[in-house]
């Protein structure tokens, strides 16, 4: 079993910064793509930046410029830096990745608690 534990979630005024982590545990072999996805109530889960374990990383256009996704493969951790953040941010950001476990060749995919990212002055 994988476990994806996430923190760094919070209050922050308009225009501030916060640094999301997502730190992937258990029987793991690798980890394929890791994701961030957001959601506000009512609405439906949006993909924030995906990153695979090599290769291209790419984002949100409505957060270009802002965000940077990174991921420390020793530590099986994906960060989400947010900077310049705006109301419209405000939502639960989830971690999701695909990730093979030992014994097993095929991935499969796992998602995080989320955690509450609010934006306000």
């Known amino acids: 079993q994988v476990h994806l534990v996430e923190s760094g979630g919070g209050l922050v005024q308009p225009g501030g910064s916060l640094r999301l982590s997502c730190a992937a545990s258990g029987s793991i072999r690798s980890l394929n793509t890791m994701e961030w996805y957001r959601q506000e109530p009512g609405k439906q889960r949006e993909l924030v930046a995906s990153i695979p374990r090599v290769g291209n990383i790419a984002y949100a256009d409505s957060v270009k410029g802002r965000f940077t996704i990174s991921r420390d493969n020793d530590k099986n951790t994906v960060y989400l830096q947010m900077n310049n953040l705006k109301p419209d941010d405000t939502a639960v950001y989830y971690c999701?990745?695909?990730?093979?476990?030992?014994?097993?060749?095929?991935?499969?995919?796992?998602w995080g608690q989320g955690t509450q990212v609010t934006v306000s002055s």
């Open positions: 999701r990745t695909f990730a093979v476990e030992y014994g097993r060749t095929w991935a499969k995919e796992y």
